[in-house]
């Protein structure tokens, strides 16, 4: 038996992709969330009751949330309520469930402890956070929901010493055992490099945890270079689960990858960045640049009115690449980034191009990011952009953005006094952990502009960035909404991950201007497009999807010998 065997006494699921497409309008959008799991669990339970092929999907679905996502309160709830409709719960996490339902979930009057949580774990003040968390986590009845509560914040620390000696102040019991096994786990995948790592997941017990078990086992197996032992034990899961959106893709991108485009073709891009006082940050940047495979590629660099080093390193880079293949160009005021990257756009040595890989001042790029990003484009002739994968820039990695759609609903009329909420964006990963669910690539409606491969054909058909969302906030988005209305979507390319060493405008905006600046771009965004263009946008991105995970499945199930 294969290490990653998993005793999985669950009932096959029937070919239902027609009928989950016909009842769910956001079944396609992706499950790497426990909220959207349990809204699933929901609404198949709801269609279950007059289509009864539904059934055999709630087990599965039930177990993989409780295994993926012990600390949800709402995944504990459907696990209590299937298992009285015999969902077979080992006795261990059935006794899990039942604790969790009996812990009092945190409210208003823990508003201002959750405050100081906030406040604290941002402190660089270990000895402080494990001293707020002994006092909290030994609350009676809340002890659960705390460590819910702080559990995320305590992996993206990136003090493994610390998250563990969290785990340590916890009040383990004979019902809760399970839960530190599997917390414990999960810090390893987080913490470990893979081998060791995979040790601590292989040493939960298959009865409890074996579908969460097989497959961060074989993620960690595809860390440590040990691709085809992690494509069968990903296959076998993927025949108990072939409900699942992010599964389902990201096995066929193991079986099909898209190759990278040859060197030669690297000429066909300009690589293009803009910096405004951020000089060490940038000098990073250009030396994780010069480090990849760029090929033929020429760098155009905007130092966009900087008034700190920015120059002396531009000049630098200029000399270790060479005048001829970096370029610089200088204004004397910060004219915004949407300017910034028209200025861009508008050099002949630019216009010359296929395409226009533009990058951030503060990522880390991997050696062929370039070439695998010239490969998926060529793979989609008819894309406006090519995406990836963007996370932190520190272990563990946690997710900053993958693949946005658009809920496939019609905008709602903007009720008397509130602001209008019309471009509905779907973002699928949330800032969760880096699990590798999200390595799979397929058509969507956009992608982060934090490195991003764009068509010089789209600009032509859909123009540049919007000079209105100056100095930034959804210029990309506009752009690839626009570029979408032109038929030229966006794809994302998930297996390339780029890292990111500040987050998003919208993540840092803290201030009343800077909040307030954040809600005008959204304005503007919600009543740039009327009802009939968010609908189109809607329709084509929802179809879009749905082939795509049909091709997928059929595919799968043909070479995985799946029959119903």
């Given at each position: 038996?294969?290490?990653?065997?998993?005793?999985?006494?669950?009932?096959?699921?029937?070919?239902?992709?027609?009928?989950?497409?016909?009842?769910?309008?956001?079944?396609?959008?992706?499950?790497?969330?426990?909220?959207?799991?349990?809204?699933?669990?929901?609404?198949?339970?709801?269609?279950?009751?007059?289509?009864?092929?539904?059934?055999?999907?709630?087990?599965?679905?039930?177990?993989?949330?409780?295994?993926?996502?012990?600390?949800?309160?709402?995944?504990?709830?459907?696990?209590?309520?299937?298992?009285?409709?015999?969902?077979?719960?080992?006795?261990?996490?059935?006794?899990?469930?039942?604790?969790?339902?009996?812990?009092?979930?945190?409210?208003?009057?823990?508003?201002?402890?959750?405050?100081?949580?906030?406040?604290?774990?941002?402190?660089?003040?270990?000895?402080?956070?494990?001293?707020?968390?002994?006092?909290?986590?030994?609350?009676?009845?809340?002890?659960?929901?705390?460590?819910?509560?702080?559990?995320?914040?305590?992996?993206?620390?990136?003090?493994?010493?610390?998250?563990?000696?969290?785990?340590?102040?916890?009040?383990?019991?004979?019902?809760?055992?399970?839960?530190?096994?599997?917390?414990?786990?999960?810090?390893?995948?987080?913490?470990?490099?893979?081998?060791?790592?995979?040790?601590?997941?292989?040493?939960?017990?298959?009865a409890d945890w074996g579908l969460w078990r097989t497959y961060a086992g074989a993620e960690l197996l595809l860390r440590?270079?040990?691709?085809?032992?992690?494509?069968?034990?990903?296959?076998?899961?993927?025949?108990?689960?072939?409900?699942?959106?992010?599964?389902?893709?990201?096995?066929?991108?193991?079986?099909?990858?898209?190759?990278?485009?040859?060197?030669?073709?690297?000429?066909?891009?300009?690589?293009?960045?803009?910096?405004?006082?951020?000089?060490?940050?940038?000098?990073?940047?250009?030396?994780?640049?010069?480090?990849?495979?760029?090929?033929?590629?020429?760098?155009?660099?905007?130092?966009?009115?900087?008034?700190?080093?920015?120059?002396?390193?531009?000049?630098?880079?200029?000399?270790?690449?060479?005048?001829?293949?970096?370029?610089?160009?200088?204004?004397?005021?910060?004219?915004?980034?949407?300017?910034?990257?028209?200025?861009?756009?508008?050099?002949?040595?630019?216009?010359?191009?296929?395409?226009?890989?533009?990058?951030?001042?503060?990522?880390?790029?991997?050696?062929?990011?370039?070439?695998?990003?010239?490969?998926?484009?060529?793979?989609?002739?008819?894309?406006?952009?090519?995406?990836?994968?963007?996370?932190?820039?520190?272990?563990?990695?946690?997710?900053?953005?993958?693949?946005?759609?658009?809920?496939?609903?019609?905008?709602?009329?903007?009720?008397?006094?509130?602001?209008?909420?019309?471009?509905?964006?779907?973002?699928?990963?949330?800032?969760?952990?880096?699990?590798?669910?999200f390595t799979y690539t397929r058509p969507c409606l956009s992608v982060s502009g934090c490195c991003h491969l764009v068509?010089?054909?789209?600009?032509?058909?859909?123009?540049?960035?919007?000079?209105?969302?100056?100095?930034?906030?959804?210029?990309?988005?506009?752009?690839?909404?626009?570029?979408?209305?032109?038929?030229?979507?966006?794809?994302?390319?998930?297996?390339?991950?780029?890292?990111?060493?500040?987050?998003?405008?919208?993540?840092?905006?803290?201030?009343?201007?800077?909040?307030?600046?954040?809600?005008?771009?959204?304005?503007?965004?919600?009543?740039?497009?009327?009802?009939?263009?968010?609908?189109?946008?809607?329709?084509?991105?929802?179809?879009?999807?749905?082939?795509?995970?049909?091709?997928?499945?059929?595919?799968?199930?043909?070479?995985?010998?799946?029959?119903?």
């Amino acid at each position: 038996m294969n290490r990653l065997d998993f005793p999985a006494a669950l009932p096959p699921c029937p070919r239902l992709l027609p009928l989950l497409k016909d009842r769910f309008s956001g079944w396609q959008l992706g499950m790497g969330r426990a909220d959207t799991l349990v809204g699933l669990i929901e609404g198949v339970h709801r269609l279950a009751q007059d289509q009864p092929a539904c059934r055999p999907m709630l087990p599965g679905m039930a177990l993989w949330t409780m295994q993926s996502h012990p600390l949800s309160p709402g995944t504990a709830q459907w696990c209590a309520r299937l298992t009285a409709e015999n969902l077979a719960l080992s006795p261990h996490l059935a006794a899990l469930a039942a604790r969790m339902l009996l812990a009092m979930p945190l409210a208003d009057g823990d508003a201002e402890d959750m405050g100081t949580w906030y406040a604290v774990v941002r402190q660089d003040d270990h000895a402080l956070t494990l001293r707020f968390l002994s006092l909290v986590l030994g609350i009676p009845n809340k002890g659960l929901a705390w460590l819910a509560h702080c559990w995320q914040d305590l992996l993206f620390l990136g003090r493994p010493d610390v998250t563990r000696s969290a785990l340590d102040l916890f009040p383990w019991d004979e019902a809760t055992r399970p839960l530190q096994d599997r917390l414990m786990a999960e810090w390893a995948f987080h913490s470990l490099p893979p081998d060791e790592a995979l040790e601590s997941v292989l040493a939960l017990d298959p009865a409890d945890w074996g579908l969460w078990r097989t497959y961060a086992g074989a993620e960690l197996l595809l860390r440590a270079g040990r691709k085809g032992e992690a494509k069968g034990a990903l296959a076998q899961l993927w025949k108990t689960l072939p409900w699942h959106v992010n599964l389902t893709l990201k096995l066929h991108d193991l079986f099909h990858p898209a190759p990278p485009a040859d060197p030669a073709r690297t000429g066909e891009a300009a690589v293009l960045l803009y910096s405004w006082n951020k000089a060490d940050l940038l000098a990073d940047t250009l030396a994780s640049l010069e480090a990849s495979a760029l090929g033929d590629a020429p760098v155009f660099a905007l130092d966009n009115g900087s008034t700190d080093a920015t120059p002396d390193v531009l000049r630098a880079a200029r000399d270790r690449f060479g005048a001829d293949r970096f370029h610089v160009e200088t204004l004397p005021v910060n004219v915004g980034a949407p300017a910034a990257r028209n200025w861009l756009l508008s050099l002949a040595g630019v216009r010359a191009r296929r395409f226009a890989a533009f990058l951030d001042d503060d990522v880390v790029l991997p050696e062929n990011w370039l070439r695998r990003l010239l490969g998926v484009a060529g793979n989609n002739p008819g894309a406006g952009a090519v995406g990836c994968r963007i996370t932190a820039a520190a272990p563990p990695y946690g997710l900053q953005s993958a693949d946005y759609n658009l809920f496939p609903q019609q905008p709602k009329p903007t009720e008397p006094g509130m602001l209008p909420n019309r471009v509905l964006i779907c973002d699928n990963c949330a800032n969760s952990p880096d699990t590798g669910l999200f390595t799979y690539t397929r058509p969507c409606l956009s992608v982060s502009g934090c490195c991003h491969l764009v068509s010089l054909a789209a600009v032509e058909a859909a123009g540049g960035f919007d000079l209105r969302y100056t100095p930034s906030q959804f210029d990309d988005l506009d752009r690839d909404l626009r570029s979408a209305l032109a038929g030229m979507p966006a794809v994302y390319a998930g297996g390339l991950a780029v890292r990111h060493v500040q987050h998003s405008s919208l993540a840092k905006a803290r201030t009343t201007r800077q909040i307030g600046h954040v809600m005008g771009n959204k304005f503007k965004l919600d009543t740039k497009y009327s009802d009939e263009e968010l609908a189109a946008l809607a329709s084509d991105n929802r179809d879009r999807l749905w082939r795509d995970l049909d091709a997928k499945y059929r595919t799968l199930s043909d070479r995985l010998g799946l029959r119903f």
